[in-house]
């Protein structure tokens, strides 16, 4: 946000507009009849009028900001819409891989099968010296997928589809990944898991290669192999799954404003400076 604070005082005082220091003096200040002139990214608390008092009191060699005021509202405005949708854009690909808080249980997240007819799953990788595999169980109908992905054994990219069979797996299904190694057999559901703890992390994963392998957009799962949750850093067999939705609150996600938000943030700058323009225009 930029701020000027015009003090009605005789002595000279200083005025950054952008990048130019311009030095206004109290006949100026008191041309413009304000105190304080407010220029956020998209919200203008000045009006048209005190605007363009403020340029025509500048020195002319002082006015490249000010010479078109519609033109800079505009531009203000169109780039706090690129700000915002620079910020959105961000806060959805970066990924929270790999697990951020070691040390630290990962918050329990539900999953649920996004459609009928089974879950894609690709193996991301494993930094454990046991031999683990990984389940996949619905709540729902019961289907198991037994061990599956055995961690020193499997390359990373790796693709397999569970849960194909007729009524295996149906869209809105909750689904539990266990993973099942020598300490015992552990899950992403706490009440779950043979020791009480939660032993799964799961966050988004926007897509990119694995392995050499190119693997779409989904859900990232990191299983904890130790009993008691080990040193918690859900590293020790990894995966990613699609066909996954997980609408409750991933790990460190930030307020990310939805596509509907951000019209209107849009639409209502562009009003704004639409308003602003004709008043400049009329006067």
């Not at 590293?235 to 799954?241: C, G, I, M, R, W």
């Amino acid at each position: 946000m930029l701020t000027a604070d015009f003090e009605l005082t005789d002595k000279r005082t200083q005025f950054l507009i952008g990048r130019s220091e311009v030095p206004i003096t109290s006949h100026w200040i008191q041309c413009l009849s304000v105190r304080r002139l407010f220029i956020p990214g998209a919200v203008f608390a000045c009006s048209s009028r005190r605007l363009l008092r403020l340029n025509r009191c500048l020195p002319r060699g002082n006015r490249p900001l000010f010479h078109h005021p519609a033109r800079l509202l505009k531009n203000l405005a169109l780039a706090s819409i690129a700000i915002l949708f620079a910020a959105w854009s961000h806060s959805l690909l970066a990924d929270a891989i790999p697990y951020p808080n070691m040390g630290t249980a990962a918050p329990q997240v539900s999953t649920y099968a996004a459609s009928s007819g089974g879950v894609s799953v690709y193996y991301y990788g494993s930094t454990a010296a046991f031999t683990d595999f990984l389940r996949v169980y619905d709540v729902n109908t019961g289907f198991n997928s037994g061990d599956v992905l055995q961690s020193n054994l499997t390359r990373p990219g790796t693709h397999l589809t569970v849960g194909t069979g007729p009524g295996q797996i149906n869209s809105g299904d909750q689904l539990i990944f266990y993973i099942d190694s020598p300490d015992g057999l552990f899950a992403s559901v706490a009440s779950d898991s043979s020791d009480g703890i939660n032993h799964g992390y799961i966050t988004s994963y926007s897509g990119g290669l694995i392995g050499g392998v190119n693997v779409p957009a989904g859900i990232f799962v990191g299983l904890e192999d130790e009993r008691g949750g080990g040193d918690l850093s859900y590293n020790d067999h990894t995966f990613v799954l699609t066909g996954i939705s997980a609408p409750s609150t991933l790990v460190n996600p930030g307020p990310v404003p939805e596509p509907n938000s951000l019209w209107l943030i849009g639409t209502g700058a562009f009003s704004a400076a639409g308003m602003i323009r004709r008043k400049i225009v009329g006067q």
